[in-house]
């Protein structure tokens, strides 16, 4: 399973873009990247998962550089109810049994 | 559809008790899966099932068992509670092994004193 690295913490403002980055050096080639989202007192939710270039969806995008070492997810314009932790996961979908999720971001949005 | 759900909510043992958190979904989905979150900290993967009757061990198994007698439910059995047990854990389910795309469950707050 490759390793990922993300940022423990990161603070924002309401309207502003958040771009939340996760590294991945040694992601292999059948690899996707998914993004969760977890509020408090609640369970994650998946909200995006790419292979390559950019992804976007009605919640976030997600772009992916041509060497997949790293990703970024985007928040475009967030609020406070954005304030959450997102987790970044790497792996192969349909042969991985283990999903591991990592320590994740805690992104809080302040007015 | 309900999606994944669980029971208790809320649960207080005392050290050395037994329970089972419960956990169903109704969406067919083949994967099943139990994580523990402790405070401040990401989920760790205690035991997952990819079809009923198969089972196996996550990062985290000892002190835990688990069965898959049916596709919709895979309960979490704690033999005998120790403090060090006391998280919130979360159940999820997948439409197969290995999909990234899991659907969690609310929850349950376990304290065990």
């Known amino acids: 399973l490759a390793k990922t690295t993300q940022p423990i913490s990161m603070d924002s403002y309401e309207g502003q873009e958040v771009n939340i980055t996760c590294s991945h050096n040694?992601?292999?080639?059948?690899?996707?990247i998914t993004w969760y989202q977890q509020f408090p007192s609640q369970g994650p939710r998946f909200i995006i998962q790419?292979?390559?270039t950019k992804v976007t969806n009605e919640v976030a995008s997600l772009f992916i550089p041509a060497d997949r070492k790293s990703s970024t997810l985007s928040l475009p314009r967030v609020s406070l109810s954005d304030t959450a932790v997102y987790y970044c996961?790497?792996?192969?979908?349909?042969?991985?049994?283990?999903?591991?999720f990592g320590s994740g971001t805690r992104l809080s949005i302040r007015p | 559809n309900a999606g994944v759900t669980q029971t208790p909510k809320f649960q207080v043992l005392k050290t050395g008790q037994s329970m089972t958190l419960q956990c169903a979904q109704d969406?067919?989905?083949?994967?099943m899966s139990w994580y523990r979150q402790d405070p401040g900290m990401g989920l760790r993967l205690i035991h997952y099932?990819?079809?009923?009757?198969?089972?196996d061990q996550g990062e985290v198994p000892n002190g835990y068992n688990v069965s898959r007698s049916t596709t919709e439910d895979f309960p979490l059995r704690l033999l005998s509670a120790a403090p060090s047990q006391t998280s919130v854990y979360f159940c999820?389910?997948?439409?197969?092994?290995?999909?990234?795309?899991?659907?969690f469950g609310p929850g349950t707050r376990l304290t065990v004193t």
């Open positions: 999820a389910s997948s439409y197969q092994r290995g999909s990234y795309e899991q659907y």
């Open positions: 040694n992601i292999a080639t059948n690899d996707y």
């Open positions: 790419g292979y390559k």
């Open positions: 996961l790497v792996g192969a979908p349909g042969s991985a049994s283990k999903i591991i």
């Open positions: 969406m067919n989905h083949e994967y």
């Open positions: 099932s990819v079809g009923a009757g198969i089972t």
